[in-house]
């Protein structure tokens, strides 16, 4: 696996609409470790990951009016896109139809066009964000533990809301990892019903402490059986090849599984018998817009949700990835940046 080590960078001076970013923290994603081993097969090198960004604003350019210097601010996923597409027109920047589409927070275009445009993440000492794709931080959340709300936070808040799950609904949650513990979270306090679907028997537990109502072991056939068409929604947030086709029959008729945590094929294909059957839906959501990240912030600072986080410094990141191929992370890690400004 390919391994971080300390580089030097040069950020360059923010234009007019742009501000400078002390980070103080950062976020561990699974999509992190996914871009630094090329899973994708799109990774441009050097790559210097990191789009769950926390940090105070240490300079604003002339023409910035929503932010000043001080101020507590996050960067997620994006740094900037076409703006002139229908999806970006309409506030849904992370499905930009422009020829590269969005700009990514690191590893430069969501499409790499070749030419091998490459941008910095939040695992460095500072970033420059155009000030329309900078968010921000309500007063009442944990600057230490925000910053997964910025891409875990959202992804699953995103579905959740264009699936319209409400007081009542009964969501499927799938794997409880970064991304599903705060689906579980999120769905709870919009009033769904919460069922964990999980092939560890060890994280029964931890959802029913989250908030869920239920949990299915999704390798108990019995189970499985018993609880056939009894849910609206089931947000599929493992990050890995699986088969979809066991949660299928979970659906009730007009149901939808949501997949966001796989960019790639499933494992087997889908079996259209099952989903036509009851006029189910097998669909899949990408981050969430901007808009959508600011209203999760405020929607966790209203409903007092916050990340389970792990705090570490800088140098334990290769030791933190490995930590997460082996899932033994509990449910993010977040990166203390000071570790990397005070290193000799």
Request: net charge negative.
């Amino acid at each position: 696996m390919s391994t971080l080590s300390r580089m030097d960078i040069e950020r360059v001076a923010p234009q007019s609409d742009e501000v400078l970013i002390d980070v103080l923290y950062c976020g561990v994603c699974h999509s992190d470790l996914h871009q630094v081993r090329n899973d994708w097969s799109n990774t441009v090198y050097p790559c210097i990951p990191g789009h769950e960004v926390v940090g105070r604003v240490t300079e604003a350019g002339s023409g910035v009016t929503k932010f000043k210097v001080g101020d507590i601010v996050g960067v997620g996923c994006m740094i900037d896109s076409c703006g002139k597409c229908s999806s970006c027109t309409e506030g849904e920047e992370q499905y930009c139809e422009g020829p590269v589409s969005w700009t990514a927070t690191y590893n430069g275009y969501m499409k790499p066009d070749g030419s091998g445009y490459n941008t910095f993440g939040g695992y460095s000492t500072d970033i420059v964000v155009k000030e329309s794709f900078v968010l921000s931080i309500p007063d009442s959340l944990d600057v230490k533990a925000v910053a997964p709300i910025m891409c875990a936070g959202v992804t699953t808040y995103s579905p959740l809301r264009h699936w319209q799950v409400k007081e009542g609904s009964k969501v499927g949650v799938a794997g409880l990892g970064g991304l599903g513990h705060m689906a579980v979270k999120l769905a709870k306090a919009m009033g769904a019903e919460v069922t964990v679907l999980t092939t560890d028997k060890d994280k029964r537990e931890a959802a029913e402490a989250l908030g869920a109502h239920q949990v299915i072991l999704s390798d108990d056939k019995e189970a499985m059986t018993a609880n056939e068409l009894s849910l609206d929604l089931i947000l599929i947030t493992i990050p890995d090849k699986f088969d979809v086709n066991p949660y299928v029959s979970l659906l009730k008729r007009d149901g939808s599984i949501v997949t966001v945590g796989l960019l790639g094929p499933y494992k087997s294909p889908t079996n259209n018998m099952e989903i036509a059957m009851h006029r189910r839906s097998v669909s899949g959501s990408l981050i969430g817009s901007i808009k959508e990240t600011q209203e999760v912030l405020d929607f966790c600072a209203e409903h007092s949700i916050l990340p389970d986080v792990e705090m570490i410094p800088m140098q334990d990141i290769n030791k933190a990835y490995e930590r997460m191929m082996d899932e033994e992370v509990r449910f993010r890690y977040v990166i203390d940046m000071d570790s990397l400004k005070n290193e000799n």
